[in-house]
Nanobody, 122 residues
Framework: QVQVVESGGGLMQPGGSLRLSCTAS????????MGWYRQVPGKQRELVAT???????NYADFVKGRFTVSRDNAKNTVYLQMNSLKPEDTSVYYC????????????????WGQGTQVTVSS
């Protein structure tokens, strides 16, 4: 089993900053990609940013230049630094970890966190 827990959401004024954290734990041999998606009611979950174990990153166009994803491989933790927040960034943010659980099993399991609410409002 793999557990993923996010933290760091909350209420922020437009133009402000928040930092989300997410840690994976449990039966983990190696984590490939980690990242963040977000979802508002009635809409599909959308990619925000991902990062590979090598450090290669990928961002959605709507966060480029404002959000930065990083990770600490030793701690199985990924971060999302969100700057210049806009009201349209209001959403539930979900973290994922793509986990190889055992060295002899190449199957990758995508584990999701429970989500953390980010609200941007004056």
């Amino acid at each position: 089993q793999v557990q993923v827990v996010e933290s760091g959401g909350g209420l922020m004024q437009p133009g402000g900053s928040l930092r989300l954290s997410c840690t994976a734990s449990g039966t983990i041999f190696r984590i490939n990609a980690m990242g963040w998606y977000r979802q508002v009611p009635g809409k599909q979950r959308e990619l925000v940013a991902t990062i590979l174990s090598s450090g290669t990153t990928n961002y959605a166009d709507f966060v480029k230049g404002r959000f930065t994803v990083s990770r600490d491989n030793a701690k199985n933790t990924v971060y999302l630094q969100m700057n210049s927040l806009k009201p349209e960034d209001t959403s539930v943010y979900y973290c994922h970890a793509d986990v190889q659980q055992r060295f002899y099993d190449s199957n990758i399991v995508r584990a999701w966190g429970q989500g953390t609410q980010v609200t941007v409002s004056s």
